[in-house]
């Protein structure tokens, strides 16, 4: 069972457009809600987190919204630009100490000059 | 700011070897985690570390085993090595707090079994 569904697998966008990407969790002890951005055959790196008492979180270009009742969160890409060109990821981790992240699948994006 | 370091960045190793791979978390950092990443996948959670105690155990083979030791770094050992443990190694590092942490990723070690 996928504890975090993640959707779309694929993504194409024009320079300039919005890039948005959905999370969905079923666990509720999940209390801590990051987004990665991934290239190629590097690690993962953190781009912007979210905890359940906020329902939106912005920097810069990236923003996350998150709506606690339906369980779901997104990152929304302002004004994407061809760097932003990779693979993103969000997580879900407990609100305990030393929890593990669960991932959703992926998201490959884009962004076309 | 310094970051995760993880060594080797490459490994080349043959069936039925053992590899070791290598993690240096952030400093003051005392937490470790260790996943798997196979191509066009997701990270998988192998096992993590708080304080030098195991933490919580993921889908980490037997013939996996790992540690962390009193500076904190930790190693994954691998034994028996098969054709599909070939894949990005990464180690996450964390100040643990209550209510969740943020883990920060190395660079990745790219383990092939030949």
């Known amino acids: 069972q996928q504890q975090v569904k993640q959707s779309p697998q694929s993504l194409i966008v024009q320079k300039g457009g919005i890039s948005i990407i959905n999370c969905a969790y079923e666990?509720?002890?999940?209390?801590?809600f990051p987004w990665y951005q991934q290239f190629p055959g590097k690690g993962p790196a953190l781009l912007i987190a979210i905890r359940p008492d906020v329902s939106e979180k912005k920097e810069g270009r990236f923003t996350i919204s998150f709506n606690k009742s339906a369980k779901q969160f997104s990152l929304h890409i302002m004004d994407s630009q061809p760097g932003d060109s990779a693979t993103y990821f969000c997580?879900?981790?407990?609100?305990?100490?030393?929890?593990?992240?669960?991932f959703g699948d992926g998201t490959t994006l884009t962004v076309k000059p | 700011a310094a970051g995760v370091i993880q060594s080797p960045r490459h490994l080349i190793k043959e069936k039925r070897e053992t590899a070791t791979l290598k993690c240096y978390p952030i400093?003051?950092?005392?937490?470790v985690y260790w996943y798997q990443q196979g191509p066009g996948q997701d990270p998988q959670f192998l096992i993590s570390f708080y304080e030098k105690m195991q933490s919580d155990k993921g889908s980490i083979p037997d013939r996996f085993s790992a540690q962390q030791f009193s500076d904190y770094h930790s190693e994954l050992n691998m034994s028996s090595l098969e054709l599909g443990d070939s894949a990005l190694y990464f180690c996450a590092s964390s100040l643990s707090v209550a209510g969740g942490d943020t883990q920060y990723f190395g660079p990745g070690t790219r383990l092939t079994v030949l």
């Open positions: 400093p003051r950092h005392d937490t």
């Open positions: 666990n509720t002890a999940f209390d801590y």
């Open positions: 997580a879900a981790l407990p609100g305990t100490n030393a929890g593990k992240s669960t």
